[in-house]
C-alpha cells in the first residue's frame, strides 16, 4: 500500500487553504476593485460529505473574503481564519485549543505560506499545480489543479479508505 493510502486512512483533520487549493488561484477584479473567486461544487460535495461523517474542516487563508467566507460557513465549515500570513502561528495553537494529533491531521497548501504549517503535520498534500517547494515536501500531489477538484480527489479517497464515501448523506450545495 503506497504511503499516502495508510495516511489518509486514519486522517481525522483536515486543514485547507484557500488560493491555489479551493480556487485556482486567479482573481477577477471588477471596476470597482471587488476579487471574485471561483470554487469548485464538487469540492464543496465532499467537505460537507467529510463534516458529516466526524472530519474536522479547519480553513486557514491568507486571502479575505466574505464572499469565500460565507460559502464556506454554508457548507458547515466551522473553523476559518482569514487574512492568516503566518499560518502555524494559526495551525498550532488551534490544534492544542481542540486536542489534535498532528499525526491524523492532513493539510492541503499550494504555496510557500503553507510550506511551515504542512510540515507540522502527518500528511501534507498539494494540488498538481502547487509550487515546487510544496510539491518537494507533500507527501500526496492530487493529479488535479486547485480550484478544479483536488480537494473532493482526496476527501473521497480518504472517506472510501475509511469506508464512508458510499454511505448515503443528504447533501445541497
Not at 471596476?31 to 464538487?42: A, F, K
Not at 458529516?52 to 454554508?74: D, F, K, P, Q, Y
Request: glycine residues 10%; contains cysteine; proline residues 5%.
Amino acid at each position: 500500500m503506497a504511503e499516502y493510502l495508510k495516511l489518509f486512512k486514519k486522517v481525522e483533520t483536515i486543514v485547507l487553504d484557500v488560493d491555489g487549493v479551493l480556487t485556482n488561484s486567479q482573481m477577477l477584479i471588477t471596476e470597482e476593485g471587488q476579487l471574485l473567486r471561483s470554487m469548485s461544487v464538487r469540492d464543496g460535495y465532499a467537505i460537507k460529505k467529510a463534516l458529516m461523517h466526524g472530519i474536522r474542516i479547519c480553513i486557514i487563508t491568507g486571502g479575505s473574503s466574505a464572499g469565500v467566507e460565507h460559502r464556506l460557513r454554508a457548507l458547515g465549515v466551522p473553523h476559518y481564519f482569514s487574512g492568516v500570513s503566518r499560518k502555524l502561528e494559526v495551525l498550532g495553537p488551534w490544534m492544542k485549543k481542540h486536542q489534535i494529533n498532528p499525526d491524523t491531521t492532513l493539510y492541503m497548501g499550494d504555496d510557500v505560506p503553507d510550506r511551515l504549517a504542512m510540515m507540522e503535520v502527518g500528511c501534507p498534500v498539494c494540488p498538481a499545480d502547487a509550487v515546487p517547494e510544496i510539491l518537494e515536501i507533500a507527501k500526496y500531489v492530487s493529479p488535479l489543479k486547485g480550484g478544479n477538484g483536488c480537494v473532493r480527489d482526496v476527501i473521497e479517497k480518504i472517506l472510501k479508505l475509511q469506508g464512508a464515501w458510499s454511505k448515503p448523506v443528504s447533501v445541497t450545495d
